[in-house]
């Protein structure tokens, strides 16, 4: 497909984020990494910090909005939520992830 | 979509920086926060929770730097922060700067002037439909070329060309002329505008508009019937004269104008673009100038002489076009056949050819080398700029060295090096470029007001997109020269240069050595330019001071226009002189202004002539003698000159031999003068006075030898045999007083005693014989003079070379002397090694030079007036100013190595 390591990272954090936010609603940027860190059952350990830029990315495309609200500690944070087009991007993610997977799957089984 | 999106927020957070930056900052914030706060719910101590907190987060000063990567355009915003370190280090350098683009803008803005003169006079074609074809054809007979190699053209020939050419789509015949006219309005007698005014313009055939492609605004051309004798009562005048005289009032076809003093109907009015060159009968005559000049065109009637003449009168200029898909050597060709077919059967016995040339080149040929030779020599100059602006920047270059190894060291890529380098010498070229149009605008008013002779120097004008090409040529500069130096400084290592001072003197000795070679080149640059300036002013000066054998000194000149039909009466075939009223009531015109202008205060010798001084060959005939006959066409050439007694006395002409006219010649006029030249080539080795010519059937005996004088060209002596006007009083006679005061200051005076002769009488024009003389040198003074400004350029930009690489290399060695003088040295020692330093470029440079003027030179062999290319004392001139410059660039340097203290140096680094 002709994307580099990276956009494949950037790829599926993009849309882990997305997931996040379609399962937990409207997050702040700790939330949504602490979460992924949960769902991916702590083997994916990844800097924490990095989920800004990716949050960042998500939100020029179009596919979250951001909003400053109160945290439950009562401290300013800045909420992110899944827009009308990131709803449609999941599905189109999905897909693409599955068909990739299905791909890589008969690749890899072993031939009889 | 998503793209767009994308750009459109990075573009919008370009602009919200500040506000975004902040919000971030309380964002990572938080989330560090809200990671302590969990920690500490899992039972960590509160430095333990901030430490793992801090862990997991990663680094947060690089998750800051990849937001704003994804946030902003950071393309542009490494732009804008170069250019604002560009802008600071700039003006932390202020000499530099100020030198940098000083430099440029001198360069650009005289390129682009002279390159505009270059385009509008030479490249730019001209307005009519598919210029390119029109083309001018002249004759050239065999036995006559040593003396003029082309000549006007023959009616006849021009004739039986058009009938039988198949190359030539058309041609027509034209005959350049002046008129008198008057509009018909009147007012206040003493009025100026009351008398006649006198006009440019041709006498065309009807086909001439048609040729050039143009279409008459108003009205139409001339019909084939109006170009036969007596039916001629038309004119067509340019726009400008219908807006000057009838301010462009539409109903004025059919309207009747005294065109010398006879009424003629207008019958045209050209478009406003219609722009023509003033052209000259015999080819490459002195002054040329604005295409605005012809104002009136009339029907081209041949007099009854030129109608049937085969070997002369050869009074017209043709301008034809050729066929499509033509070229000039078919037409040439073919021409040439037709005419000497034709002289064969006609049983000439001169040989005829006939010269097919562009009809740009016929306007510009003369003046096109000298505009070249201009062009080269101002890129000489900025070439010479261009070394310096390299200089100064291996010079910078290698100041910034250290810095740049400092941020290479920590972690700026080559490009972004390479980048903070381009934009600063974009600012320069820009700031540059900006003062290069100013220049080049104050450059073009200078030209034009210099040369204001040169062909369609009134077209002239810097158009926007030459400008915008001169703020390019400025970056490109910049750019260029900039970027060499720069690409050597990023191939040192960052240790070779954190190293210091050692490796700092060895990285420096490179530039040294590139700054002395291109010294050297700028050096052999001067030399060329100096040379050829110093050649052109030797020859413009040798044309100044040549023994002319006239005084031009407070001599006034003014012509009058006697072609009224009071005044030309008469067949007007030499043949018959004096015996019709208009030849007499010219005479009678004469004589009585004659002694009116004798009587003028302050008048000391008043004459009369044919041919106004300084403005070329004319009337050109052959010395025929009745008791030596020569081959028809072989005979000695002489100008015919009309004139009266006081003739030598006010041109201050020496006679060498016999007598001048006097009064009783008047009863027995038949006597001519000969000028020496003229006598030697008649009458070799004999004695002219008391022998005869034959000069329109009658004999003619010389009675004196002037001295030959240059009163037709400085160049040469005029060869010329003068007659008395009482037999052939001229048309358009030229009237000379020479007086004790400023010969300005007399002109009103004869103006005025000409019209207290006759009113009617048009005044075509005034001048002082100063003022011709200057004019018919105006192209050799305008090269000699822009020439020498850019010679003194070129000087100046190579003492500020030599001075620069000294000096550097001078501050440079500074440790270095303060060791030699400890250890012994004198100061003048140490003056010595700087000069012999110094020497190596210069010398280098000058050889060089010397090798190049060689070239140069040849070229410029055919714009010199007796003045040879090896003219030892404009060669010896131009090196002696060289190395006086050069030793006056070293000068400040070798004081400053003399000056060293050696304590001092050797203390510091």
């Known amino acids: 497909m002709g994307e580099s390591k990276s956009d494949v990272m950037q790829g599926t954090l993009d849309l882990m984020v997305l997931k996040t936010l379609e399962s937990m609603g409207p997050l702040h940027g700790y939330g949504i990494a602490r979460r992924i860190e949960q769902v991916s059952g702590e ?70 | 979509m998503e793209t767009l999106r994308t750009i459109l927020s990075r573009i919008r957070a370009l602009f919200l920086q500040g506000r975004l930056d902040h919000e971030l900052g309380e964002e990572l914030r938080g989330h560090i926060e809200l990671a302590i706060e969990e920690n500490l719910r899992r039972g960590m101590t509160r430095k333990e929770a901030r430490t793992a907190a801090l862990r997991e987060f990663g680094g947060v000063t690089q998750v800051r730097e990849q937001y704003r990567a994804q946030r902003g355009l950071p393309w542009i915003e490494t732009l804008v922060q170069d250019a604002r370190y560009a802008l600071r280090q700039l003006r932390k350098a202020p000499g530099f700067a100020l030198t940098v683009m000083l430099t440029l803008a001198l360069g ?88 006649p ?103 081209l009637v041949p007099m009854p002489s030129e109608l049937i003449a085969e070997d002369g009168d050869f009074n017209f200029v043709v301008v034809a076009r050729l066929k499509p898909g033509v070229s000039i050597a078919q037409a040439q060709s073919e021409l040439d056949g037709i005419e000497k077919a034709a002289a064969v059967a006609n049983r000439l016995t001169i040989h005829l050819s006939v010269i097919v040339e562009p009809f740009a080149q016929e306007i510009a040929g003369d003046v096109s080398k000298p505009i070249w030779l201009v062009f080269a020599a101002v890129f000489g100059v900025l070439l010479m700029a261009c070394v310096n602006l390299a200089n100064l920047q291996i010079a910078r270059g290698v100041t910034r060295a250290q810095e740049t190894a400092l941020r290479a060291a920590l972690g700026a890529g080559r490009w972004r090096l390479l980048q903070g380098v381009l934009i600063e010498n974009l600012l320069l070229g820009l700031g540059g470029g900006v003062g290069g149009i ?45 970027i060499l130096p720069a690409l050597r400084g990023l191939r040192a290592t960052p240790q070779r240069l954190l190293q210091g001072n050692t490796m700092r003197a060895t990285g420096s000795r490179e530039a040294v050595q590139s700054r002395r070679v291109l010294v050297a080149v700028e050096i052999a640059c001067s030399v060329t330019l100096l040379m050829v300036t110093a050649l052109m002013a030797r020859s413009f000066s040798h044309l100044l001071t040549q023994e002319r054998h006239f005084d031009a000194q ?128 008649a009458f070799p080795g004999e004695d002219p006075l008391g022998r005869t010519l034959l000069h329109w059937n009658r004999i003619y005996t010389v009675v004196g030898i002037a001295a030959d004088a240059r009163i037709n060209d ?166 002696a100013v060289l190395l006086a410059a050069a030793l006056l660039a070293a000068l400040l340097p070798v004081r400053k190595a003399a000056s060293v203290d050696p304590m001092q140096t050797l203390r510091t680094e």
């Open chain 2, 438 to 482: 100013f220049c080049a605008l104050l450059g073009e008013k200078f030209l034009i007001l210099k040369a204001a002779n040169l062909p369609r120097m009134n077209e002239i004008h810097l158009s926007a997109p030459m400008l915008a090409l001169a703020l390019c040529l400025s970056i490109l500069t910049a750019l260029g020269f900039g």
């Open chain 2, 197 to 299: 005014h006198e006009a440019e313009g041709m006498a065309i055939s009807p086909n001439f508009f048609s040729v050039l492609g143009v279409t008459p605004l108003l009205g139409r051309s001339f019909t084939a019937e109006e170009a036969q004798p007596g039916r001629d009562a038309e004119v067509i005048m340019t726009w400008a004269a219908w807006q000057r005289l009838y301010h462009g009032d539409p109903s004025v076809l059919g309207r009747t104008i005294r065109i010398n003093d006879a009424p003629m109907t207008i019958v045209g009015v050209l478009p406003q673009s219609f722009r023509f060159p003033v052209m000259s009968v015999m080819p490459g005559s002195a002054t040329f100038g604005s295409t605005e000049r012809y104002e009136f065109f009339r029907p």
């Open chain 2, 714 to 879: 400085l160049r040469r002596d005029t060869s010329v045999y003068y007659l008395p006007y009482w037999d052939f009083p001229p048309t358009v006679p030229v009237f000379l007083a020479r007086s004790t005061q400023s010969a300005e200051a007399l002109i009103p005076a004869v103006r005025q005693s000409i019209w207290s002769v006759d009113a009617e009488v048009a005044i075509p024009a005034v001048a002082t014989l100063e003022t011709q003389v200057a004019d018919s040198v105006a192209t050799d003074r305008f090269q000699t003079l822009v020439l020498s400004s850019f010679g003194g350029a070129a000087l100046l930009i190579a003492v500020l070379g030599i001075y620069g690489v000294l000096a550097y290399s001078v501050s440079l060695r500074t440790q270095e002397f303060g060791i030699r003088m400890a250890l012994g040295s004198s100061r003048t020692g140490l003056a010595r090694l700087v000069l012999w330093d110094a020497s190596y470029p210069v010398l280098g440079g000058v050889l060089l030079g010397l090798l190049g003027a060689a070239g140069a030179l040849r070229w410029v062999r055919s714009l010199l007036y007796e003045t040879s290319i090896a003219d030892p004392w404009a060669i010896g001139a131009s090196l």
């Open chain 2, 108 to 195: 650009v803005g005289a390129v682009t002037a002279v390159f505009s003169v270059v385009q509008g006079v030479l490249l730019r074609p001209y307005d009519f439909r598919d210029s390119g074809r029109i083309v001018v054809w002249r004759e050239r007979i065999r036995e006559l070329e040593n003396v003029t190699p082309l000549l006007p053209d023959n009616y006849r020939h021009y004739l039986n060309l058009k009938a039988h050419a198949k190359t030539i789509e058309d041609a027509a015949i034209v005959q350049p002329s002046g008129f008198s006219v008057a509009t018909g309005v009147t007012g206040n007698a003493a009025d100026e505008l009351a008398h």
């Open chain 2, 554 to 681: 407070r001599v006034a000149l003014v012509r009058a226009d006697l072609s009224a039909p009071r005044y030309s009466s008469g067949s007007g075939l030499p043949e018959d002189p004096g015996a019709d009223r208009g030849s007499l009531a010219r005479d009678a015109m004469i004589d009585r202004e004659l002694e009116r202008l004798r009587a003028l205060p302050g008048v000391q010798a008043a004459a009369m002539t044919n041919v106004i001084p300084l403005s070329g060959d004319a009337s050109v005939d052959g010395l025929v003698r009745p008791d030596h006959p020569v081959p028809k066409g072989l005979e000695p050439m002489a100008n015919r000159r009309f004139i009266s007694p006081g003739y030598f006395e006010a041109m201050g002409i020496p006679l060498r031999a016999g007598r001048n006219f006097n009064a009783l010649d008047r009863a027995h006029p038949r006597v001519v003068i000969l000028s020496e030249k003229a006598a030697q080539a």
């Open chain 1, 43 to 112: 083997t994916l350990v990844m800097n924490q910090g990095t989920i800004y830029p990716a949050l960042l990315r998500l939100e020029q495309r179009g596919w979250i909005k951001s909003e400053w609200g109160l945290s439950e500690s009562n401290r300013r944070a800045k909420f992110y939520s899944l827009s009308r087009i990131g709803k449609k991007q999941i599905e189109m993610e999905t897909e693409n992830w599955e068909r990739m997977a299905a791909t890589m799957a008969r690749f890899l089984a072993p031939s009889n």
